[in-house]
C-alpha cells in the first residue's frame, strides 16, 4: 500500500516497528529528544540501551530529524547485515562505507562534499581496501571537509555487539574521540541497543596473559527516562479524541494506561489498539464511548494476558535461561518472599536491562501490573501442570 494511501485511510495505534506521525497516534517525546540533543551538543557518546519494544528506533528517527539543521546525521543500522562485515576489519570497512553512502544517496543526509562521498563510494564498492587505521584517517578527512558536526547514529547494535571486529571499530572510535581535539571526528556517537555497549569487553592477548579493557567506556551515563509518562499518554488520546468523538475521560484511561503499564510503550500502545481495534467489534460495546471507558480498558487487559507476542515470549525465555531470576520472582509472588536487588547479580540485571523488572525500595519486584499478572498466570499454570503431571504417575 503506498504512503499516501495508507494516510487516506486515517491514523492507527502501531505497535509494529517504527512510528510516523502521518499515520501513527504518537506520544510527544520532545522532552526525551531535547534531553538527548543536549547530550550531543555537549559532544558526548552514549548508548541508548532500553528493552525490546521501548521506542527507541522512533526515538532515533525523530532525533536525527531535529539534529539535522544543526549536524549532519549519519542514522544507519546493523540489523540483517551478512557475517561476512565481521570476519575482517577491511569487510567491516567496506560495509560501514556502503551504510553511509546509503544514506546519502536516498537523500537521508545532506551536506557531504562530492570528494567525500566519492571516497566513501570506492570504499563501498571494494576499488579501495582498508584497515581500521587508515579508516580512521577517511572519518577525520570527512570532519574535516564538511561544513557542519557530524553526528554518527547505528541502531541495532546488538546484531554486532559479541563479535570481535566490532569491538575493534568502537577501540578506534574510542581512540579518535581521545585525540578528538588534535584530530577531526564525530562530534557525536549514539549506539542504541538492549545491551549497554559500555559493558563489552575487549580480549587482548599479551605475553601470555588475558586482560580485558572496555572499549565504550568513553560513553557519557544515558538517564533519559523514555517512558511514558500519564500526561504523553493523555495527549495522544486527546489526538485520539478529536479524530473519534469519543467523549472519553481523557485522565482516568491514560491514568489507567499508566498505572497497569508504568509508561512502558509497547504496552500503552498495544492496549490502545486493542481497544481501537478488538474490543471496539465486541457485543457488548456498542459504541466507540462504551470503548473508552475503565469496563473497556479491563477487556483489553485481559485480552492482551491472553494473547502471545514476542514481548511476552522474551519474558518467559529470560526465566528459563536464569534459574535464579525464576525463583525470585516465583517466592515474590507466591511466598511473598522478597530478593535484595542487586545489580551485580547477573540475573537481576539482565531481567532490569530487559525492563522486566524494577527496584522498589531495594527491592526486586516485577517491572509493571502486567508483567507481574502474566507472570501469577505462567507459575501458576506451570505449578498446575507440574501437579497433574504427578497425579497421573
Known amino acids: ?84 562485515i565481521y570476519k575482517n576489519g577491511s569487510n567491516f570497512c567496506q560495509e560501514f562505507s556502503g551504510l553511509l553512502c546509503d544514506t546519502i544517496d536516498y537523500g537521508e543526509t545532506t551536506g557531504i562534499p562530492d570528494e567525500i562521498h566519492q571516497i566513501l563510494s570506492s570504499y563501498a564498492s571494494g576499488e579501495q581496501k582498508s584497515s581500521f587505521r587508515v579508516y580512521s584517517n577517511v572519518i577525520s578527512k570527512m570532519c574535516k571537509e564538511c561544513t557542519r558536526p557530524i553526528v554518527l547514529i547505528i541502531d541495532e547494535v546488538d546484531q554486532a555487539s559479541g563479535n570481535p571486529i566490532f569491538l575493534s571499530f568502537l577501540g578506534m572510535l574510542r ?24 559493558n563489552l569487553k575487549l580480549k587482548i592477548c599479551s605475553k601470555g596473559e588475558h586482560q580485558y579493557n572496555s572499549p565504550w567506556n568513553i560513553a557519557a551515563e544515558f538517564l533519559v527516562d523514555m517512558s511514558f509518562s500519564p500526561s504523553c499518554i493523555a495527549g495522544m488520546l486527546r489526538q485520539y479524541d478529536n479524530d473519534h468523538q469519543t467523549g472519553m475521560d481523557i485522565d482516568e484511561i491514560s491514568g489507567l494506561l499508566y498505572d497497569y503499564t508504568s509508561g512502558y510503550p509497547f504496552l500503552v500502545s498495544r492496549l490502545c489498539k486493542l481497544m481501537d481495534e478488538k474490543i471496539s467489534k465486541l457485543e457488548q460495546f456498542e459504541t466507540k464511548a462504551s470503548v473508552w471507558t475503565k469496563e473497556g480498558f479491563l477487556e483489553a487487559e485481559r485480552m492482551i494476558l491472553s494473547e502471545k507476542n514476542t514481548l ?60 507481574d499478572t502474566l507472570l501469577y498466570n505462567y507459575f501458576r499454570h506451570k505449578s498446575s501442570a507440574l501437579c497433574s503431571s504427578h497425579t497421573v504417575e
Open 1 to 84: 500500500m503506498r504512503l499516501k494511501e495508507r494516510m487516506d485511510m486515517g491514523k492507527c495505534f502501531n505497535t509494529e516497528g517504527v512510528c510516523i506521525s502521518d499515520l501513527h497516534y504518537m506520544v510527544d517525546i520532545n522532552r526525551q529528544l531535547n534531553e538527548i540533543k543536549n547530550l550531543v551538543d555537549n559532544g558526548k557518546y552514549l548508548t541508548i540501551n532500553r528493552a525490546r519494544q521501548y521506542g527507541k528506533t522512533t526515538t532515533i528517527r525523530q532525533l536525527a530529524q531535529m539534529l539535522s539543521p544543526e549536524y549532519i546525521v549519519f542514522s544507519i543500522s546493523f540489523e540483517g547485515l551478512d557475517d561476512y
Open 175 to 198: 581512540n579518535k574521540y581521545l585525540k578528538r581535539t588534535d584530530r577531526p571526528t564525530f562530534q557525536s556517537v549514539i549506539l542504541a541497543g538492549v545491551h549497554d555497549i559500555k
Open 312 to 371: 511476552f515470549e522474551s519474558l518467559i525465555n529470560k526465566l528459563s535461561d536464569y534459574p535464579e531470576l525464576n525463583e525470585i520472582l516465583y517466592n515474590l509472588l507466591f511466598s511473598g518472599k522478597s530478593a535484595a536487588f542487586n545489580p551485580m547479580n547477573p540475573a537481576v540485571d539482565i531481567a532490569v536491562m530487559f525492563g522486566f523488572v524494577k527496584n522498589v525500595d531495594g527491592i526486586v519486584v516485577p517491572a509493571n501490573r502486567i508483567f
